[in-house]
């Protein structure tokens, strides 16, 4: 019994020893994504562009002695496996985590953070989302602990159809969604903001498909044809957006393709010059946009980007850990609470604008961009389709660019803060 | 007056289980190392609910988490509305409810996949359990779609200061489950059903001469282990406070058939094995290396090829030979056996990892594997991890000849004495 | 009218591009009794190799050469795995094959990586083949749907019109009396499991440019075809044929009716779970499917 006392003191004080030099060296942040299974390119994506621009914070200096360090922990896209690399993370006394995809994960590891913050308080984590939309993280389901650094879904819709609404050619819209929380969270939005803003456009279909099962996707492109409509809506992503698109391009089909998700992590290359001039897409950044401050960095990164990730995609994460940074530089703390205190209502000069964190809900609102994939210039698009995604020789150029204020959405977040 | 004698070795091995399971957070009690403890003895419970069906019953089912995830579900939408104060029921005893809805589920399920048998069966149980998981996907407000439904098993008044905050509690309210249920499951394989089952198993004909009726044997076989099984997902739900589409998932359920499968199917004692030895690669291995989906199905198969009676099996062998106080004539071989694999094992993990570390994008090149750092990019350490494999592979060649050699020897004599 | 005819025809193409990929599969249970739960997975092989080799030399090359080279794959598995296993039973080998498909899986993303792979129709198959009113039907989906015909049909004649068929379709029922007569009866079975993989990696040739070729493809197909060889019933290539069809045309014209069924969920969601719903309840019912020999 004693014997036990003795070794669990001495662990103890080892611990605080361990970690409070952890604190005065190094700054771990937890990466909880997929690096095995089907989706590991896209936590590898992930992986390697926050290794990349953490090593370029850390040689700037911006934190003086202290270095920022990533730590992959691989999820395989299991809400309960992200669960079981939390408990690693707390065990090794890592106080920040990030992760982007999956709102399933999302949803779990907000769950959890809360609940093991609320437990243990003064051993605090912090939860840096860059990619999970779902709209309910910043309103029903807000957390103080929680920031997220990209557009969610209803906002994307927002620009998206403010875009919309500007292109008269626009008539018969069909709505086509993978059916879980993230495809159903687009279909309703659509509909909701269309009629809002266009009541004059008709909506000719609506279908929802189960997420990832439809190998042919003939049917629904015939159905398409058949309504008559002009564009598309959806929110599909994977195969399910190349599948769809491939289909259209078989059968003939003509009609603009309006996503959220049909720009890289192999979807490129997966349509081919299906896609050429025809599919949309919104996001915060692609690499012939005008203007471009982050061009530099984005230059950079493809020289030393490994071969089965060509692109620089994330502009948002670039944004992230610049900002995480310079709120641990304010706070002159690396304690999550003094962070999240920080980061809440940062207003920073972004490589494309100027972007705020929200202090209601935590949401970083940020200009998007409509933009067309055409075939790059090297293959005989347009001159300012310089750079081509993935080399698939498809290229993306701007259609318009939607300031902040357009997806700005009200939240109903009722943030508990500490 | 009945004198019974005392079956010490009885009172010897569920002693000395008790005794693992009391210990055991104790020892392993980082925050990592007792979810695991605690998910090994989940799964344990929900393996021999398993082995209900294949072992004692030949029923190969594809589909069993179904039950276990629908007890889930229900456990956690119990736990919600007891948090919301609906109704007050203790923490403790959620299994049951579990338990209960995974027993409603297969008289469901149960009562139209029993009436076949044999590969039938296996595939109406794959087609409801892709039925299952597909539905729960469409039904968003009871399933909380790919999300699922959260929820937190802090509720309620603590009893004796136990509120299974801390995971220790946890811990230990699995454990006594688990126990309890190994009891419960030995039990009835000791009843008059558990021994139909076995007679079902091996010659419905004869059992149906014998006045029993096949398909009311299976069926109520199924709807006890569906019982354990859904005590199993109630203490996943405790476990993590979220169940989601995973936990009814066509990989659960394939997970548990190798989990079983590994141990052994025809021992009581193997699905515990084989769910200790299951969640190890799936939970702990997964951390060290990027590998454990290939060791694992390497694994897997080399057990189904020269082992299908699972690492049970190969224990249990053991025990006659123990008995007739032969084994030291095998311990010599046996090492040779062992340190031979340990070194193609060595030499396997070396290319495997190297492989793995040169498939991955981005990643340095130079790895460190038993401490030795080196370039995957250059020829050298192939060549020697190649040899070492080789080394191995001839090794365990002969000296498993050798093993095969004096087992022989010694299963002879043994055959020769009882005669 | 063009909706109608469109989707029929979607549906039959549909439902041969199965027939394809679960031909396979019945061949190999119907003569060994071993229900290959890796056959997706020699797809894949198929569709990865045939992805190799057509951005090295070529399409039509990849057609012949990919399928033989998953075909020996398959007879080498058969000889030294399959055949050790045989005598433990059909469960241990249906599990060996369950592990095996997991193996398959991780050498595909080790060599090839776990993204798509930009394996491309031929540009001569690639185009219009002919419009029906305003909709254009693909030249490379008749492309499959001729292959999936001529598949049937050679099979069809191998067995029963040529000596080797025979012999296999009589070591089926009888493999001592076939031995005693001097054939090689376990060489005749790994003839057949090479086949069936041959065949499966024929499918993925031809699959895996019209649908993306990636490391979930055969977990996306796997269920889907086991659902066509139970409904069409263990043992039969024909009932197989019509299981195909049926299941094709059932879910293109699933999607393709918007009833309004219960609860707000409407036909074309529900789908994708119809096939298992047709098995569940064809197991029931008369569980040797619509066609088979065997219950299995």
Known sequence: MRGHFIRASAFGVAAALISFGAWAQTIKVAYIDPLSGPFANVGEQGLAEFRFAVERINASGILGKQKLEVVPFDNKVSPQESLNQLKRVIDQNIRYITQGNSSAVAGALIEAVNRHNERNPGKEILYLNYAAVDPAFTNEKCSFWHFRFDANADMKMESLTTYMATQKNIKKVYLLNQDYSFGQAVKKAAREMLARKRPDVQIVGDDLHPLGQVKDFAPYVAKIKQSGADSVITGNWGNDMSLLVKAGKDAGLDVAWYTYYAGGLGTPTAMGEAAAGKVKIIAEYHSNVANNKAAKWDADYRKQAPKGNPDFYFLRGKIMWEMFAKAIAEAKSAEPKAVALALEGMKYQGDLGEVEMRKSDHQLIQPLYVLTLVKAAAKGGPKEAKIDMENSGLAPITDARMEGYTSATPSSCQMKRP | MRYEPLNLGRWVIWGAMALVFLVAPLVFSGGFALTMLIQMGTMIIFALSYNMLLGQGGMLSFGHAVYSGLGAFLSVHALNLIGKGAFTFPVTLLPLIGGLAGLAFGVLFGYVTTRRAGTTFALISLGIGEMVFACVLMFPGFFGGEAGVSTNRVVGQPFLGITYGPAIQVCYLVAVWCFLSIVAMFALTQTPLGRMANAVRDNPERAEFVGYDTQKVRFIQLVLSSFFAGVAGALSCINFEIVSAENVSPIRSGGVLIATYIGGVPFFLGPILGAIIFIFFVVALSGFTKAWLLYLGLFFVTMVVYAPGGIASILLMQIPVLRARRFGELALPYALAAAAGLVALAGLIGIVEMVYRLSEQGASTVLNVFGLSFDARTTPPWIGFALVLAAGLVALRYASRLVGARWGAIQQDLLARRA | ?296
């Open chain 3, 1 to 296: 009218m063009e909706f109608f005819l469109v989707q029929t025809l979607n549906g039959i193409s549909y439902g041969l591009l199965l027939f394809m990929l679960s031909s396979g599969l019945t061949l190999v249970f119907s003569l060994m009794g071993v229900l290959n739960f890796a056959h997706a997975s020699f797809y894949m092989l198929g569709a990865y190799f045939a992805y190799q080799i057509s951005t090295k030399i070529g399409f039509w090359p990849a057609l012949v050469v990919a399928p033989l080279l998953v075909g020996a794959i398959g007879m080498l598995i058969e000889r030294w795995g399959l055949r050790q296993v045989h005598k433990h039973g059909h469960v241990a080998e249906l599990l060996f094959t369950f592990g095996l498909a997991y193996l398959i899986e991780e050498a595909v993303h080790l060599v090839w990586g776990r993204s798509a792979v930009d394996y491309r129709v031929p540009p001569d198959l690639d185009g219009p083949l002919f419009s029906i009113f305003t909709s254009q039907y693909p030249i490379y989906r008749g492309f499959m749907m001729l292959v999936s015909v001529a598949m049937l049909v050679s099979i069809w004649l191998a067995l029963t019109r040529t000596r080797i068929g025979l012999v296999i379709q009589a070591a089926l029922t009888h493999p001592q009396t076939v031995e005693a007569l001097g054939h090689n009866v376990p060489r005749v079975f790994m003839l057949v499991f090479g086949g069936g993989t041959a065949l499966a990696g024929l499918a993925g040739v031809i699959g895996g440019n019209a649908f993306v070729t990636e490391p979930g493809m055969a977990a996306s197909v796997g269920p889907i075809i086991f659902v066509i060889v139970v409904v069409g019933g263990m043992g039969s290539l024909a009932g197989a044929f019509i299981a195909s069809l049926l299941i094709g045309c059932m879910q293109t014209f699933a999607v393709a009716l918007d009833w309004n069924l219960v609860g707000g969920i409407k036909m074309s969601q529900v789908a994708p779970v119809l096939p298992y719903l047709l098995m569940v309840l064809l197991l029931i019912f008369r569980p040797t499917g619509l066609m088979g020999t065997r219950e299995g």
